[in-house]
């Protein structure tokens, strides 16, 4: 840490100091009471090992819980720590985009309170940094802690999204990574409010390398995500970044209009040779369910991209910031809104 002080003596945060780097840590938080002071208890250890400087950007995602009275006690009692609280719950995502947004450090780290991205990686981060890499990103190399049923599913969307999409996200990687400055300003501009993350961090490309490990168990609480917004998590990634599911309706309607000219000959064909009537209501009901389902499932699809055309238009905040705790309290945020 660096001997730079403050006023009061507090190591300071914000003196430019070339020659000791700025390490941010984003941290996004929603009900996370229990969690909380194991990783900042952790995150102190790192930070007494010195090397770099560090400062710990929390992002209240809207708690209802006591986490943003927790953290904002926190800031007060460490410098390193700045809280950044929304006035509501906007989701993962915003969270991330406010902790990109307000973190100062010359490399950022993304990281969540739960444990199970080991604080102990970033030493091997900050190595891999300075060996020149823009991007080192934590890979899971067992999966063994996880249901059959979400390793199927995690490696099914892993495949299928790389498979049409132009932007490859390495397998069994999450959001756990550090970022250069230049990436973290690149990432800044992209305008989109239907946000990725994942896909957005492989999206800017630059120098990257992977950093496998093993994942523990949470620490504390249990996880926001179950199967329904894990699945609504990944349409949002395919379609943000691919119209391969809108390409393909062309491919389907010409391959059924193609049979449906096939059966409407062969029928043709039957009667005339034998004279018998074209088979009656079973057949015809069943393709009548069967083309409706299929264009339900078009409109369905082309509803997607629609809502997401909507969202963009509107222009409207990706996130409200209510209060930034940093040290002597609450103030009024530095800005209230992502633009």
């Not at 208890?41 to 943003?68: C, N, P």
């Not at 059959?148 to 099914?156: D, E, Q």
């Not at 699945?231 to 949002?236: G, T, V």
């Not at 393909?248 to 004279?275: C, D, E, K, R």
Request: with cysteine.
């Amino acid at each position: 840490m660096s001997d730079v002080t403050d006023i009061e003596g507090r190591p300071a945060r914000n003196i430019a100091r070339p020659d000791i780097p700025l390490i941010s840590i984003i941290a996004p938080c929603y009900n996370e009471t229990g969690a909380i002071a194991p990783f900042v208890a952790a995150m102190m250890d790192i930070i007494k090992a010195g090397g770099v400087r560090y400062e710990l950007v929390f992002v209240d995602d809207g708690s209802t819980d006591d986490t943003r009275a927790q953290l904002s006690a926190l800031a007060d009692r460490y410098c390193e720590i700045r809280v950044v609280a929304f006035s509501r719950n906007f989701g993962k995502e915003a969270a991330l985009t406010a902790g990109l947004d307000y973190a100062e450090g010359d490399a950022v780290v993304v990281m969540d309170v739960d444990l199970q991205d080991p604080p102990e990686l970033i030493a091997t981060f900050i190595e891999k940094w300075r060996d020149g890499y823009d991007v080192v990103y934590a890979t899971r190399d067992d999966r063994g802690a996880d249901t059959f049923a979400k390793r199927f599913t995690a490696g099914g969307f892993y495949r299928l999204f790389n498979k049409i999409s132009a932007v490859k996200i390495p397998e069994n990687t999450g959001d756990y990574r550090l970022m250069d400055r230049r990436v973290v300003e690149t990432i800044k501009t992209l305008p989109e409010r239907s946000r990725f993350m994942k896909g957005l961090f492989a999206w800017v490309g630059f120098k990257s390398v992977g950093v496998d490990y093993a994942r523990p168990a949470r620490t504390a609480g249990k996880t926001k995500f179950n199967f329904w917004r894990l699945w609504n998590f990944a349409i949002d990634g395919f379609a943000s970044f691919s119209t391969a599911p809108l390409r393909v309706w062309s491919y389907i309607g010409g391959v059924i209009a193609l049979l449906s000219f096939l059966y409407a000959s062969a029928m043709i064909l039957i009667t005339l040779v034998t004279g018998n009537d074209v088979p009656g209501y079973a057949s015809l009901l069943t393709f009548i369910l069967f083309f409706g389902s299929v264009q339900m499932i078009s409109v369905g699809i082309l509803g997607e991209y629609i809502a997401r055309l909507f969202v963009e238009v509107k222009r409207r905040p990706i996130y409200i910031v209510d209060e930034v705790y940093a040290g002597e309290g609450a103030k009024p945020p530095a800005r209230t809104a992502a633009d």
